[in-house]
């Protein structure tokens, strides 16, 4: 397990001192056992993951890329972070961890556990909530579920292989840019000619798109999957149309217009050969407002996706991953370091993230009780106040969303926005559903 990071994974090790981007994945059981009843079974799965006992050191100069390095796991990596507390007291505490991101070079992960948690969606008594604090460099979503299966017993989950990016000399750096910019006079011709779907326009900005700011807040949307889905519209097709519809009646809501063109940065799993922890790229998907029929907006929105995923998988997309692979470590770094967080552009990818995982069965247990729901909560960034979390597990599925203030400063009100989207969402895709 120890070795060099991607320079993939490396880049996202670095940007976090730009941008913090831990990651929060959140799982709820209803039970009402102790934080410290369940603290050693977390510690033994922790140490049953190799994953979870490296951590992260520099190059000097960064004459190569970071190296991670074995770490011994601990007792203080599962912490106690109260007793009985509100479901909304608990989210507010969730939050307020953003600002305190981890030093990967002491530890990439550590577990939050809140017990006697009251009003928890979907459970039926006091719930106890397990929140896995992930750095970003350590995986993407998918990885950073799959451990979190681990963590909560499932032994039998298998973690995705990671080749990793192997050594290369000048001639096969040579070789591999070439063969990247023909591809990309070939994606080029391709896009010309109708055979790939042109690349996503920028979209202007809107009140959401804002450097973060005052509070951060996040909520939690917990419904049933089966909501959200019918005939040719996925989970996320479905929560993304919910979430199109709550952000323009929000826009609408404060007076401002709606942009035509609005749109969501969607992550999408890259293809191919996984050499790197994080293993993604975001696309610009349209939203449609200008779509008053639900079930056309939502069937625009999966065309829009299918366009992206498209593009995504043309030959030359893998070919310049493959030609990044070769950049030294130190000019990468001074590049990152360069990257002014301040800046503010014409347009952006989305006006909102939109973020979806699927986390597998619900056949997980902490305290003797099963895991009700899960939820995620991508990071804010600097033109953007507002993100959305997708994320299942069993029949259950959750809307997370993520705000500052100086975006959203009614987080309540978008909540309640999103659930009526939900709803109508559901009403229109059960419609759509039946025969005739």
Not at 40 to 63: C, G, H, K, M, T
Not at 164 to 191: C, M, N, W, Y
Not at 308 to 316: I, L, T
Request: charged share 25%; glycine share 8%.
């Amino acid at each position: 397990m120890p070795g060099r990071l991607h320079p993939t994974d490396a880049q996202t090790y670095w940007m976090s001192a730009k941008i913090p981007n831990d990651q929060f994945l959140l799982y709820c059981f209803d039970t009402d056992a102790s934080a410290a009843s369940v603290r050693d079974e977390l510690i033994q799965n922790a140490q049953a993951i190799a994953d979870l006992q490296i951590r992260i050191s520099e190059v000097p100069f960064s004459l190569g890329y970071p190296r991670m390095k074995p770490m011994r796991i601990r007792g203080g990596h599962v912490r106690d972070r109260g007793r009985g507390t509100s479901w909304p007291e608990c989210l507010a505490e969730i939050s307020s961890s953003f600002d305190r991101q981890l030093d990967q070079s002491e530890t990439p992960w550590c577990i939050h556990l809140f017990e006697a948690v009251d009003d928890a969606p979907r459970c039926t008594g006091p719930a106890l909530v397990a929140v896995l604090q992930i750095s970003h460099a350590l995986g993407d979503g998918r990885i950073a579920s799959h451990i979190a299966r681990r963590l909560f017993g499932d032994h039998r989950e298998r973690m995705p292989t990671v080749l990793g990016r192997g050594r290369f000399g000048p001639r096969e750096f040579v070789r591999r840019s070439k063969r990247a910019h023909e591809l990309d006079q070939i994606l080029t011709s391709d896009t010309e000619s109708g055979a790939v779907p042109a690349q996503a326009p920028g979209r202007p900005l809107t009140r959401v798109n804002v450097a973060p700011s005052g509070t951060t807040s996040v909520r939690c949307v917990v419904r049933e999957s089966s909501e959200l889905t019918a005939p040719g519209i996925s989970v996320t097709v479905g929560a993304t149309t919910a979430i199109s519809v709550a952000l323009a009646r929000y826009l609408e809501r404060l007076g401002d217009s709606v942009p035509a063109s609005l749109g969501a940065e969607v992550t999408m799993s890259k293809t191919g050969t996984r050499k790197a922890r994080n293993h993604f790229r975001n696309s610009g998907v349209d939203l449609f407002p200008v779509a008053t029929d639900i079930t056309e907006r939502a069937e625009r929105i999966a065309a829009s996706l299918a366009d992206r995923r498209a593009r995504a998988e043309h030959p030359a997309m893998e070919a310049q991953s493959l030609a990044t692979e070769m950049v030294p470590a130190v000019l990468l770094h001074w590049g990152i370091r360069q990257f002014d967080a301040t800046a503010v552009p014409d347009a952006v990818t989305g006006n909102t993230v939109v973020s979806s995982v699927a986390r597998g069965d619900d056949n997980l247990f902490l305290g003797g009780g099963r895991v009700r729901f899960t939820a995620g909560f991508p990071a804010l960034s600097p033109v953007m106040g507002l993100t959305h979390g997708v994320h299942g597990i069993g029949d259950a599925v959750t809307l997370s969303v993520t705000s500052s203030e100086s975006a959203v400063p009614d987080p309540d009100v978008y909540e309640a926005l999103l659930h009526d989207a939900v709803d109508e969402v559901a009403d229109a895709l059960r419609r759509r559903a039946l025969p005739g």
